[in-house]
């Protein structure tokens, strides 16, 4: 099992930045594909983006793609989440996941079986 601990949300203006950060501990980092996803209030939990077990494949929800970057760093056991030209429509619950391997469920909730706390990204207008 792999645990996840977010981090780095907080209240930004339009325009603005935020870094999203997470830590995992459990088994090691590198064997575990990583998402990101966002929950609105009252909206269902929709995909951000994605970074596969290197690095070397991300990918991004069309509403995000050239505004947000995911990276990890393996010998940190940590992903990030590069927030830019944040949006008000960005506002959510921001949550970590983790699979050993999501395949064609990669974009989806389903493909993940560990799950982070969450947190806030507040983005004002």
């Known amino acids: 099992q792999v645990q996840l601990v977010e981090s780095g949300g907080g209240l930004a203006q339009a325009g603005g930045s935020l870094r999203l950060s997470c830590v995992a501990s459990?088994?090691?980092?590198?064997?575990?594909?990583v998402g990101w996803f966002r929950q609105a209030p009252g909206k269902e939990r929709e995909f951000v983006a994605a970074i596969s077990w290197s690095g070397g494949s991300t990918s991004y929800a069309d509403s995000v793609k050239g505004r947000f970057t995911i990276s990890r760093d393996n010998a940190k056991n940590t992903a990030y989440l590069q927030m830019n030209s944040l949006k008000p429509e960005d506002t959510a619950v921001y949550y970590c996941?983790?699979?050993?391997?999501?395949?064609?469920?990669?974009?989806?909730?389903?493909?993940?079986?560990?799950w982070g706390q969450g947190t806030q990204v507040t983005v004002s207008s």
């Open positions: 996941a983790a699979a050993r391997d999501p395949r064609d469920h990669r974009w989806y909730t389903k493909g993940y079986d560990y």
């Open positions: 459990g088994r090691t980092f590198s064997m575990y594909y």
